[in-house]
């Protein structure tokens, strides 16, 4: 309880809250596109410095258990997600996959607010995270297209746009080039050079995210005008996914060796959905999906879920199983 | 005298971008402007409000142009799109540069 | 054939802006196209720098909705706010969609 | 009834902006409109992509302000900047506003 | 002299100044508006944050009196401007009303140039001024357009917009919900969570200002240009506005207890007149007012005349005062 | 060589080729407008305010000699550039012009690069140096649209905009502005004013820079795409030209009586090319001057060439030749 309450009770958290009152109280605040943009390219290029300053730091032995498993979970959440969406969820191929796509790909805001809430709650986390994001960035929306493309009937086929298009649009995205990029730069560069830039990168980071996250609020607020049309079945799948995720990244990542902190990171990684990349590849290669079920659930309920309830639970969890594992 | 040619408007959203520039291109477009634009529809589908907002594409053609564009966007993503079309007579100062040979 | 339709645009100042949206959807536009813009006219009034600049709202309309959009606006802004609007003839592709029952 | 008038769409390198409002000013025009636009035509030149990308102006003006404005944009820019011009009819809100005596 | 000559030497003020030479030089020089709006969010938002966490280490009866103060200020405000541009500024009802609205709203900018100010001259200001902010930033505006209504011709009355649309205006505007949103953000976190926040939001906060102010040096500019049209009644008005409110509210200050500095910046902002809330809810409200008058003399006359001799004025003031009250 | 690798691993450079990258995979990957903007006119005030604070701590006397000799280059070096733009790269009159007055300016963000490398170097460099940019900015654009008038028929001295246009344009353009008045400003409010807003403009610059120059390798990488145009002659003026200037830039810093260091940094300068400042001016006064060969030599070779051989070439030429000067 304490432990929900901490997280709560935090500028990030809030300025999402913020984010959502003025939408439901029809305000005129917005954030420019542009300026969301600039945050978002911020964001992602600080996570991937930050990230490539650590891997400088850290030898291989100590990388290769937590991507393979991170990989392997990649490849695996897609599957989970389109199963339940079948069964459970009750949705066509298409939509199916299209949201198996977004389940299976992660959230870089929610990785960020975990990496704060594991820091509040006092338990380190590996310096290296940020990489493991880049990992888990493309497989699962991959998978999720294959999906699509294997169950769907010929004339589908025909009228979707091409997957090898998709995966262009995934990978030259801006959103894996930024974090990949910054990688590349942090890691070439080392710890001291990037440090160099850390007034601009890492000091003012957790302001940034306040901003980009009153944006998130207003989008997420927006979002969840469409819940009514979704029915509750995808509702508690939006609620069932992340924790069902999310603790198989926690389990996952002590296997793989991690500290409780940063395994409670992954699973919060591992139990998120995209929201950046995943939708843009998404409409190219399965314009049939209906973004009205995957961006709702991924943006309006997974996200939200993760950021109030979702965080706690992992750290919680991680504590525990750490006992075991 | 400024020949009559035809402006098509094409408003799509943000991820159709570039695949539509080619398309305009191809069938025989001289050029273009683009505008970043808001929009609701009656589809209201977008992408992603992360991919931006829609875009709005000006292009100066030909009569036989705007014929083939129009049929090319109807044909590939009229259907399951967020996209509208239309085109408008215009006078053009020296318009001869927007026909191609 | 594609059927003829018209284009209205409306230049007013940011203020304006949701006013506007309600109106021309409650006369029976399915939907607009958004862009900001500048512009000075005869007024050179608008509220604030800060509200932004003016907004440009596109609507593709039949001639009757058109016509009353004109009517609202002439009642309710023209005189107090700085609005221009003019409409012109489009060929709009699946124009049918446009059309409400 | 609403007057018909001539919209005329001008899509200029950004390095223009301020000749062109004075240019239309100057041959009648009782106003503008100005959006920011990219494009790519036949030249593809522009000055720099530090000057921002195009801009594109409308101004509601009636004929022969039209053709005044279309004769001088021939004579000092067509040649050697990147330009393009065209107009369109235009039936226009209290149109009388838009003609200067 | 020598307060007034530390007061303009400051990038600050300088900055300001920049804006209107590019104007008068006809520079191309310009603030784009995302940046602009982007500008005021993080503003509001700083604003926010730091009296909230300055309030969450208040006392209520610390907070009362000079709450109390402040909306009393903010009640009488409106009625001495309506008085003074009706007798003595020979304005219309409308047009009276109109300044009013601004005269008893505050502009965010002014307090926070006067808070440097006062720092500068080493006088101490109370932490919990921002959210005197807000306080006093809506009555005025309300009771400038009730001011309108009653003394309004029926017929004026139907054509303006409803006075809820207004209030609806002023209350969910961007402006008042950023800067409450910060306050209670900052309430509810407290002061060591807002320290996590500080190298974005506080640390850098007086040079994002000098971004600010180089905007509203264009601005500002623009609107001298307007005026010769208002007449030298208005001009003189627009300066000795802000000195009468100014005054008052340096003593209301020092009656409800402040500190001098703290005083000061009181009378700033209560001899400051509002050009971001007050315009667009007047706008809505009164479209029969004229811009032309309301923004040129807050933004054109008001808001320069307090950066470079108020602001001074009511340190001296206070300083003078504090022997009495 | 050792230097010129320690030039290349940094953030700045990596950054710039990380958007070199993103415009070859043809990623969508872009600084929207009004970042780009806001982001230059931050750099530039920031020189700025930064140089001022060093003229306020330096003596008439030592500014003297380099600024005289800042002034000479920069009278000089468009007339070579002119030269052998006319004799070796085969242009005619009005396109060797063009490209003179890029030559005889210069490139903020070259001096940026050069002061930190030349920091990494272990090298000091005069804190008045940004007040020399500004001295360097506006005179070779002079002189190289006078050499357009003085040789160009008559007929093409009508068509072309009118001189004093084109320094209207230089003189009020953003870029001068921003620089002059930053100057201004941190000249006058002294270093310990400027103190003040350094976690705003100085501590994070270098990290701004970075973004700044993600958004340059994008343009330059399109703008390689019309090298093939250009041909190797003028291929090989761009790599000539900043080299022989970069190292009468050492020279003349030298025998100014400047460091090592701080001639290192003068000779980048006076190496570099304009691509902010001179082309809004020429294209205004030579329109029929072709961007596609002064745009593409200043941004597409230049600029890369310094960023990574010329830099570190006038490092090691200035300590070589701060033996015998
Ligand atoms: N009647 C209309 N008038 C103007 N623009 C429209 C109209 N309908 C749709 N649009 C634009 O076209 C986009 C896609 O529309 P839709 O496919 O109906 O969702 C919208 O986001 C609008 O920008
Ligand atoms: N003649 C015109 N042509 C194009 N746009 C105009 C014209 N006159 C006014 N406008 C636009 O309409 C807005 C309001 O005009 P006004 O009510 O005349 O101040 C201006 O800010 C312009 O954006
Ligand atoms: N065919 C066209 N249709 C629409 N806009 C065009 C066309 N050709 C040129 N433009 C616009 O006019 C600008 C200058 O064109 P140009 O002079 O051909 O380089 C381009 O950047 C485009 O914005
Ligand atoms: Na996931
Ligand atoms: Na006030
Ligand atoms: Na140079």
């Known amino acids: 309880m304490e432990i929900i309450y901490a997280n709560l009770v935090s500028p990030i958290v809030l300025c999402f809250a913020l984010g959502m009152v003025a939408t439901w109280i029809r ?75 977004h389940y299976g790909s992660v959230s870089a805001v929610t990785f960020l607010a975990a990496l704060e809430a594991s820091r509040a709650a006092g338990l380190a986390a590996e310096g290296y995270l940020s990489a493991l994001v880049a990992v888990l960035e493309v497989p699962g929306i991959f998978v999720g297209l294959v999906l699509a493309r294997r169950k769907a009937a010929p004339a589908s086929k025909a009228a979707a746009g091409s997957l090898g298009e998709a995966v262009h649009e995934v990978l030259t995205g801006r959103s894996i080039l930024l974090l990949v ?86 699973g919060a990684m591992v139990g998120s959905a995209s929201y950046i990349a995943a939708p843009a590849a998404v409409r190219i290669a399965l314009p049939e999906a209906s973004p009205g079920i995957y961006l709702t659930l991924s943006l309006g309920v997974t996200f939200p879920f993760n950021l109030t309830v979702g965080i706690p639970l992992f750290l919680a969890a991680s504590r525990w199983l750490s006992n075991f594992l | 005298m400024n020949p009559t040619l035809k402006k098509m408007t094409i408003v799509a959203e943000r991820v159709l971008r570039d695949k539509l520039i080619a398309l305009i291109r191809k069938e025989g477009a001289t050029g273009y402007t683009l505008a ?29 142009t705007a014929t083939r564009i129009f049929d090319r966007l109807a044909e590939r993503y009229l259907e399951a799109y967020a996209v509208i079309a239309y085109t408008s007579d215009v006078e053009v100062l020296r318009g001869s540069k927007f026909v191609k040979e």
Not at chain 1, 234 to 254: D, M
């Open chain 1, 27 to 101: 305000s005129d605040l917005e954030v420019p596109p542009a300026i969301y943009q600039a945050l978002s390219l911020y964001l992602l290029l600080a996570i991937g410095l930050k990230g490539g300053a650590a891997v400088s730091q850290s030898s291989i032995a100590e990388l290769a258990g937590p991507v393979l498993v991170t990989l392997l979970l990649g490849l695996l959440t897609p599957l989970s997600a389109f199963f339940l969406m079948r069964r459970v969820g009750r949705l066509g191929v298409t939509d199916a996959a299209a949201v198996a796509a």
């Open chain 1, 181 to 266: 990029g910054g990688l590349v730069i942090g890691t070439v560069c080392g710890a001291e050079k990037v440090e160099q830039v850390a007034p601009f990168f890492i000091a003012p980071f957790k302001g940034v995210l306040c901003l980009f996250l009153l944006e998130l609020g207003i989008v997420a607020a927006r979002r969840m005008r469409d819940l009514r049309q979704a029915g509750w079945r995808l509702l508690a799948l939006g609620c069932v996914l992340p924790v069902l995720h999310g603790i198989l990244g926690v389990a996952g990542g002590l296997i793989a060796g991690m500290e409780p902190g940063g395994a409670a990171v992954l």
């Open chain 2, 36 to 64: 970043a634009v808001e929009g609701e529809g009656s589809r209201g589908v977008r992408a992603s409000e992360f991919e931006g907002r829609n875009v709005q594409i000006e292009t100066i053609v030909s009569a036989e």
